[in-house]
Structures are given as C-alpha cells and as structure tokens.
C-alpha cells in the first residue's frame, strides 16, 4: 500500500518551453501532497507544499509564476516548469500525505528534468 | 524550529561489518524523526521512523535507530553490512505536534559497501 508514481521518469525540453510532471497516489487520497527538488549529490529541498482544492505554499526563494502547482483531486497534483531553462534541470520529486500534521509522507520516485 | 545534522558526508565500510550512520537533531516540539535511503537515480524509500512509542526502532533490511533526547541522537546501525546496502541516506525530522507534517531533511551520508 501506499504507492505513490510519478510520470515521465525523465523528460528533456528545450529551453523556453513548459514541462508537465505529474504526482499520483495509488492507492490513497492525499490530501496534501509536497514537490521537492533535488540537486545532483545534494539534499531535498522542498519547493512547495499543496492541499487538495487549494492554492499551493511555496517556500522561500521559489518563483509560484515559474512552478505552477495544480492539485486539482485527492490522487493528483502536477508540477509546470514554466519557461525552462537550464538551470531548472533537476530531479523532481513529490510525495503525498493521506492526512494533515503527524502524518507520514509517501515519496515518488522522482523525475529526471534536462533542459538544452 | 527544527534543523537536522548528518555528522557524516561518506561512509565506507567492509561488507559484513557494522554500519553506524550519525544523525543529531533539533527541534521545537516533540518531533518524528525518520531515515530514509535512495539509490541512484531512485525515489526515497522509508527505512524506518520514530514517533514517540519505542525508543529502539526496528526497520526493513535488518536496520534500526535509538532515539535518544538526551543526546538529540538518533543514529542509524545495522550489525552487518551488505553490498545492496550502499546508497545514501537521510536523516529526516518532522514535527510531531504543530508545524504541521513539513520534513526537514539532513545533507545526506553516503554508505559505501566494499567486499
């Protein structure tokens, strides 16, 4: 249980343009789902935090207008980079929460981003 | 508050021996503390968690932590290491009451598994 997927694994976009990442729980209703972001041998750093039906929580220093976050159900939210560049190639992962504090996070296995 | 320090970057260890990855937290309330292990190019896959019952924590793959307050520790061992055991790993705390269930996580301990 507790199955949470992540589509594509990877994807390479040009420059400029916008790429869709999604986040599904399998198996759960997650009300609120994270996006965090991961730099190559780094730590995650959480970008946002989302609640079903709500607008997202970005943290500090992450442009809302740049990552668009939509969690529009209980199984899904997705992730827009908006204008990529390549500075914005990372590895994208989210994770979903069946309930609210004290609840425990079910990870994705995370998206590879190139932009060229 | 809270804030979490992996006093180790690397660890290298012979196949069949211990393994002793360092984890010290801090945080402003009664927290949930986790350790989490990713290979390359992989999600994060729960390896265990404390929330407040048992100090002694067992988890998957024959690891285990001890919560200790008194030494803000919650060290990750397993008593004998193998070569799947090689990934990193992150010490994650979260705060158990208020602060909602936002994660802080540690910068990371590379293990390493030679034969």
């Known amino acids: 249980g507790a199955v949470v997927s992540q589509h594509p694994s990877w994807v390479i976009c040009k420059s400029g343009t916008s790429v869709k990442i999604e986040c599904r729980s399998l198996?759960?209703?997650?009300?609120?789902m994270f996006w965090y972001r991961q730099f190559p041998k780094q730590s995650l750093m959480l970008m946002a935090t989302?609640?079903?039906?709500?607008?997202?929580?970005?943290e500090q220093g992450v442009e809302k207008d740049k990552f668009l976050i939509n969690h529009a159900s209980l199984t899904l939210s997705t992730l827009t980079v908006t204008s990529a560049h390549p500075e914005d190639s990372s590895f994208y992962i989210c994770?979903?929460?069946?309930?609210?504090?004290?609840?425990?996070?079910?990870f994705g296995p995370g998206t590879r981003l190139t932009v060229t | 508050a809270q804030s979490v320090t992996q006093l180790d970057s690397h660890v290298s260890v012979s196949e069949g021996t211990p393994v002793l990855l360092r984890c010290n937290y801090s945080?402003?309330?009664?927290?949930?503390l986790f350790w989490y292990v990713q290979h390359p190019n992989k999600g994060l896959q729960l390896l265990l968690k404390?929330?407040?019952?048992?100090?002694l924590v067992k988890g998957i793959n024959g690891f285990e932590a001890e919560f200790k307050k008194s030494e803000t520790s919650f060290h990750l061992t397993k008593p004998s290491a193998h070569m799947s055991d090689a990934a990193e790993y992150f010490c994650?705390?979260?705060?158990?009451?208020?602060?909602?269930?936002?994660?802080?996580f540690g910068t990371g301990t590379q293990l390493k598994v030679e034969l």
């Open positions: 994770s979903a929460s069946p309930g609210l504090a004290g609840y425990e996070q079910y």
């Open positions: 198996d759960f209703q997650a009300t609120t």
């Open positions: 989302s609640n079903e039906g709500s607008k997202a929580t970005y």
């Open positions: 945080s402003s309330y009664s927290p949930s």
């Open positions: 404390y929330t407040s019952a048992a100090t």
């Open positions: 994650v705390v979260s705060p158990h009451t208020g602060g909602g269930n936002k994660l802080t």
